[in-house]
């Protein structure tokens, strides 16, 4: 059981396992196996394609397995290594979390090789994968409680070269937008650890509800083809094309509309339309109070109405509505 | 605590609660209540209006919540009753199920007075509410688990004249598609009851994944009030128009395609477009097992794709699609 | 394992128990047993009490085994039957309903010898306790979430007679309170089945929040001396006086006051005052609001204050308040 | 989805499904299939086989699995039938009861085809599959919490020469006891219901404390083809022999001894051993006590030692052993 | 969303929000929000009022609520912060711990910026909360295990100077008892942050058993106010007074009862009472147990009867009884 | 509360606890209880005999019961001290993990005084109970998931003079086999602080399927008193003797066999016996697919079959079999 049973320096195609020892109360030795792909044809670029850091966001976790099942080897140049399921224990459960210690892959970063198994899963990630990379993609889709216009996503860095290097991969996925975007816990996560080693980064929101469409996973299967050529791993003649997509940015805090009560959700506009500043994009429905009338929703900004609630069902403190703005125009 | 607070004789519009004395660990003497509305014109026709059957089916819970806070009293003929969250613990909790004893209302009917809430809850539908109509609309839309062509649903009955006025009822909604169908456990649902006294039954489906967009919001919406005029409610003028749907008919077990492990689903077919017998249209892909390849999934029959699997994640023995057929044509 | 070890025709003490077989995943053929006791000095009056019909009401349970180790058999006349832990794993759980089923005892009479557990504990207390007794006092005390005044209760029953000797039984045992009640699910309770054999049949409500208190504690077992006196077990000589309690009615479901909204409750008037309509007795305090006030709570009628929320926590649904008005004066 | 697929009539081997239609939050229409297959080979005695009633006893699943997957219909006379996992959720969660909907599938005979998916097994099994048999044998192994002496079960019934030609094929089975037993929820289980039809009824008790060992594998490989030639439908030549088992029976509740405290249990004599009442069996260790010394537990009657406590923790109430007695000598 | 809405240099009242960002299954990007008030009235002392550390101590969380709710900004010097439901989702849960990690607050400090949900509420406490006070009043109240006569603690700290400011503030609010006590988990408590940075640090329990009475809350109410004048916020002028208390010491680990098995409780002595060592204060009652009497329990020290178990179940290793006695006398 | 109350200077026999303050819902200031004894008769050697690091693993627990409550003080020299049940609240669920906090004790080395209850047990055995000896033997069992054919462990480390007195104190047990291993954990395990202090550590693999045999409780009472007499604390006269031993090594991953699927076990060889390379040690039947044949399970190495799954039921990742190899032979 070496941690990875990958031979890194052999051309072809392989399919393998990152082993993660476990102790259940029914499996006192598991070893959990994460499938793992290598594809390579000589020296070159390496690209480090991530899906299943949450569990229930499925066009990453779809979109590289067809990849996973379809790519040559002997068509590209370099290396694309693969991990459809990364967050395998809460993919098999259809969760967000991990159901075996409770937590938050994407908030465990560097991880902890002595710490609870998601914990070493963040520190395997960071000691035998990232290194190995010149570029990260980890693909993300809202989740069951958040539905987003298909976008990619980047972080700005202190380095502005890098910025400028992260926005052109990500624009050249094609996805309907191209947003800049600054989470609270960003410390915690995989791209704080690549951007701070100098890497290329770059991640995605790509659909949600924990749900998944011909579109979605349309795009996310032509988009992966034009972001391994964009990287130097494919010749982009023959790529599937893309309508030119717009860059915005989620300016802050500001940009968020979390619910004030549980309730049910009316949804007034589609995700990716323009939105003024106070317009109505929804209810709020009190259904278990004959004697309340639903609550009009505002758009706290003008913009693009980016992510919306992913389910039907709101409850105080979720996230109704995120707001995102033109950026760099 | 009468178990309806609502006089059935007064014109104009009352809120109102079903109370249902409930017992747990943590509420010994719990009054639970379940908003009813009740709008009333006079003499005339009466139609009974329910949402939340499954607690996680939203167009029916929030288009009649919706319609109790516009719907004019003064506009109508006769009397409109309206009970957007039947099952209000499951909605309350986001879930099919009741939270409380675990079980599904829609196959609980015709109810016990003396057993579990939900056993409670059918019984007081059941000789509170279904004898007070001439019609009963149970708006369903999949829940978590599945994702339909908006359509409207209605059973083939003995009486051929009743079925007739089923299928020109469900038609006047203006989903794309009105289906008929006899599901397996029939004789445990509402329609069974109300179908035997001879009253008009109309159900539906009007999307699924637990979500809810503006598209199926506003078809709610709109058809609520063309159902209300075919009823005899609502005057037909100033109306939304709908497009004339199709019939379509569920031919039975030969119609469904199970899944036959976990896996993740890649969709290939939108619901709703047309299929010929042993179309691809999808894969079911093995993320915890390096070795596998992906499973194409075939159309059992040629016709149309009503409904998919509603997540991300399938296992084994869910519905990954069903087919319709053309009906009486 | 015959059903109960005692020997129903001998004089003296016995100390047995109800045989309960039970299947769980840990425990295939499992004996549960309930500790029952006997004490008999010849013919005479037969009286069953009866503790932990409920897990979480600790007066009759305390009070009942406090009884059974101190009762001297040659001192009594006829038989006196003892079940103080009666919903045993309730009781082991601390909790209202059965951990094993989830079911509430005191809803499932007559019980099924066929059914779940806490059915097949319903039926044998039908089959085989209740026939052997004259008159049945099942002690219950709020539990965790309801406080009373202490008080004991009775139906008013068809036959007048009846009655009256439940209300002089219910007046010997010295609480500050007689209080005559009738529950929505009274079809579904002990005393159902114990009014309807023409047994004489006394409940109680001796406290609540879980907890015990060395005054309710006292009156417990002062109260069942001076009951098992005026049942004619015990010479009157020698008891405990009590001073002249109050009779009472619970008018019906106008008497009782429920939470609109989850919040803490502040408390402002002692059970067991008086109180006029409207008289502010509580507010609830929206403690994960900064926005809202808190809410008055008022009386919904004038009399006294029989019971409370018996926790800090109150929860949409629950009984704030119960307002009992005098009886028969 | 008929109920099984099927073709009762069709000579040879078939794998097909019993069909349970059931409703979760997570699949609403979930076709739950448990495997069934038929040899069968033209006309001639019918015998099933049933395997997995209780879903943690495994000589039965894993005896009849091989079974299934080795048997030549050219070989045999008549049908059998094998179902090797009958309470399939049970057998996939490795637990005796349910994880649906926590029924133990062994009280719930003859089983409601409107009741919990457990209760519509029943019904199906009563329905569907004991019609078509001349003879049934359910195979059990006592489970995670009891160990037994390998032996097979019959009850003594009202029609003599029944029992004798029952005791005749479970003697057959070759397993060092055949045991005569009668529990106190008889009424409930699948052998009343085959019993009262006038079928043969066999059953056993092969094993336990949820494990398997290579003998009472082999025990039960060789004692089922023993059985099916017994019963005509294979030849005697050639077959495993086995040593002739001796006749016990468990003479009521006194047999049984019960612990009275959780501990740890200390096992002393091996199953299957004689013991003289009163001998020290085991002893009981309270390991969260300093102060407490180790209980003896002795025999409560002399006899063979057929059961003991199939875990190293003992609850109070659990089996700690049966003694069984000679039969008919 | 900065950590706290509140402008810390505005006079009059603030009503805002801690900002907590948190992701669970159902909430990817919940904001959680715990209520926050700032009275301010120019330069002056700075009070931190905290409630809820344990989420079913109630004196603490409706007090601080209705002292948010009535104090006039006008009419103090300083400022005074009030958080009443500090540990949020344990008080919406009715529990000590978080419901969201299990993790009980007091144990946490001083907390972890990137760890889980309470250990960053702990962070942000000590971070932004703490140094903004010159004295911190945390008030507790039992919760439901534990039921306490009615006192202030605080801690003996190495500077008598700082001890003695200590004691003086919480003899003012007022209470029966003002207790010196030092747990042994002391050094992951609030208290020792506040105090090893030189501030006044006064804690309280002020009644117990999640339960809270018109008596206790009224002393909460009144002692506020007292507490805020000694602490030079408000004119002593007009305040409710408050018979002097008694100090006590709880002298160490010999002062504590614990439970050695399960039992109810019986109560005979009550709380606040003088008692001898070696006095019978209760019994427990094995209530599955025919077999066995009632256990005397005994005080281990003379002293006041400072606190008793809170619940009528007790488990082994709980907590009966703790004793204090005089101190510094 | 000290944290332990044990006077090590005293001769003789002592029974007194580890205490542990702990925090729970239902019990604010619980004192954890661990028993623990010492036997005592002046200056020698110290050992350490520690059951119950795994819940679940019973020939410990029992074993060292049973020796604390027949060893005579007088008749050993120097110190023994005995935890039968160190993890205890896993063992009083009968679990591997601490139900408390879900953590595996012997992955939590060396703990954390500030930690969650066994991170602050494992703290406590490290800083109290490891110092005081000079040998410490932790018996484990396999736990419910896994069967050993009973052998003791020793880690091979770089001060060979130490492996070689390990081994020699492991042979001194007397149990069939005698393995050398090294975890993947190691570096979390107590073996690890033990050894890196110089001590003389012992393991073993006593059994396993938390279960217990007459065989193995044998072997483990008379194992401890030939390991005493072996390290200084016993004469070696008239100790049960011992057949010699075998010794092996588990050479690496390559030794282990891990499911690929869930399924019910077929065992073919009985754990303890020799197998060449490929033989079928059993089958995985998959119980839940009437299409699937069972699936041959082949030795990865010729040895001696070590280890098996110790259920029924295995699942995906499970180990199945580990196979041993002769020792410096």
Chains 1, 2, 3, 4, 5, 6 share one sequence.
Do not use: K
Not at 133 to 147: C, K, M, N, P, Q
């Amino acid at each position: 059981m070496s941690a990875i049973d990958i031979d890194w320096d052999r051309d072809g195609r392989q399919a393998g396992y990152l082993h993660l020892p476990n102790s259940t109360n029914v499996s006192a030795w598991q070893d959990l196996r994460v499938p793992v792909y290598l594809f390579r044809n000589g020296e070159g670029p390496c690209t480090l394609l991530l899906g299943g850091n949450h569990g229930d966001e499925y066009e990453g976790i779809t979109g590289l397995s067809a990849l996973a099942h379809s790519l040559d080897p002997a068509g590209i140049t370099g290396s694309v290594i693969i991990v459809p399921a990364l967050n395998l224990p809460a993919v098999l459960a259809g969760a967000r979390l991990s159901p075996v210690d409770g937590r938050n892959l994407n908030r465990e970063f560097p991880g902890d090789p002595r710490g609870s198994l998601t914990q070493r899963l963040a520190a395997l990630v960071v000691s035998e994968l990232v290194p190995r990379a010149d570029a990260v993609y980890d693909i993300h889709s809202g989740g069951r409680s958040l539905l987003f216009a298909p976008c990619t996503l980047v972080h700005e860095q202190a380095d502005g070269e890098l910025t400028r290097r992260c926005l052109a991969a990500a624009d050249s996925f094609g996805a309907p937008f191209t947003v800049v975007i600054r989470e609270p816990h960003a410390g915690q996560m995989l791209d704080d650890v690549v951007e701070r080693s100098g890497r290329l980064m770059v991640s995605s929101e790509l659909g949600g509800s924990a749900a998944i469409s011909p579109g979605t996973m349309g795009l996310t299967r032509d988009g992966l083809l034009r972001l391994l050529a964009h990287l130097g791993h494919l010749s982009a003649a023959d790529l599937p094309p893309a309508a030119p997509g717009r860059r915005l940015v989620v300016p802050g805090p500001q940009a968020y509309l979390h619910a004030d009560d549980l309730g049910t959700y009316e949804p007034m506009v589609e995700i990716g339309r323009s939105v003024a500043e106070g317009t109505v994009i929804g209810r709020l429905h009190f259904v278990d109070r004959a004697d309340r009338a639903p609550q009009p929703l505002r758009a706290p900004l003008g913009g693009i109405l980016l992510c919306v609630h992913g389910q039907g069902l709101v409850r105080r403190d979720d996230v109704i509505a995120v707001i995102a703005v033109p950026y760099g125009e």
